[in-house]
């Protein structure tokens, strides 16, 4: 079964930006990937998808700031994020299309 680790999460200032990733112990080349978030004290909520084809969709909190992406051959999946927002604070999870999560990354954006 394949493993997600995601990374690259940290505190950050209002405006800032981070890149985070998520990498699988396999191929996910025909998998669909979510970015995911949840702060604390509220639910999970979708971010970002990008399918196996590469077409991406997004949360409407989030769009034209963050960008999902995909490298197969690393078997990875990105998500920049820009002009970050203290209500963009939360954990952020990687899953794959077959419910496969992965631990979460912590993001703190604050001055």
């Known amino acids: 079964q394949v493993q997600l680790v995601e990374s690259g999460g940290g505190l950050v200032p209002p405006g800032g930006s981070l890149r985070l990733s998520c990498a699988a112990s396999g191929s996910i080349r025909l998998r669909a990937l979510d970015w995911y978030r949840q702060a604390p004290g509220k639910q999970r909520e979708f971010v970002a998808q990008?399918?196996?084809?590469?077409?991406?969709s997004y949360a409407g909190s989030v769009k034209g700031r963050f960008t999902i992406s995909r490298d197969n051959a690393k078997n990875t999946v990105y998500l920049q994020m820009n002009s970050l927002k203290p209500e963009d604070s939360a954990t952020y999870y990687c899953k794959t299309s077959n419910d496969i999560w992965g631990q979460g990354t912590q993001v703190t954006v604050s001055s």
């Open positions: 990008i399918l196996s084809s590469g077409s991406t």
